[in-house]
Structures are given as C-alpha cells and as structure tokens.
C-alpha cells in the first residue's frame, strides 16, 4: 500500500510539473467570443469556454479579468492566419488548443490548434 502511494504522489507531481506557461493546453475547448479591438493594428480577443488553464499562463499574466482574452496581433500575418482558424472553429463549433506566451497582462496566442 505504501509503495502504491508513492507511485501516485510521483505520478501527480510529474504531471503538474508537466503544466507549464508555453505549453500546448491538456484538452481543447470551445471558443465562446472573438471581440476586435484597437487602432489600425487591432487585436483580436478569442475567449475559451472555462478560460484557458491558468497554470500554461505564464505568470505575468494571470489577473484575474485580463487572463480570459486571449490575445492575437492583426498586424502579422501568423495573426491573421491564427484568426482565420479561429473564427473557422467558432463557426463551426470545433474545439481548439492554444500555447500562450504574455503581451502586458494579456495573454497571447503563439500556437493554435484546431479539432
């Protein structure tokens, strides 16, 4: 019995620490809204049903109202192809998983998939 507890406290330590800011999220989910914000180089704002786990934000952006727009640049060309799959997967209700890096307090998209 005592090694079996061993073997799950190991377990769920490996798995936490697998959980890490620019990570792929563990189950892809829903997109609920896309705003469109900003001045001429805009922002599209993708927010997931649940909001994305909080442990693959990075830290410096985790408060509390900003950790759910999801941030992706319209000025780039990877932006505007990432919205593009974005508004194919809310249009059709597919699933996605996202990888986030930081921009300010936000969140931003650096990978995205679609299922």
Partial sequence: MKIFLKLLLIASLASTSLANPGSWMPEPQLITSIIVEGDDNGRALI??????????????CRSAGERYYNTL??????????????????SSGRKIKLALSCSGSRPLITHMQVF
């Fill in 47 to 60: 927010m997931l049903d649940g909001g994305a786990p909080i442990e693959y934000i990075p830290i410096s």
């Fill in 73 to 90: 640049f319209l000025n780039t060309d990877k932006g505007r192809g990432m919205y593009a799959l974005a508004l194919a997967a809310f």
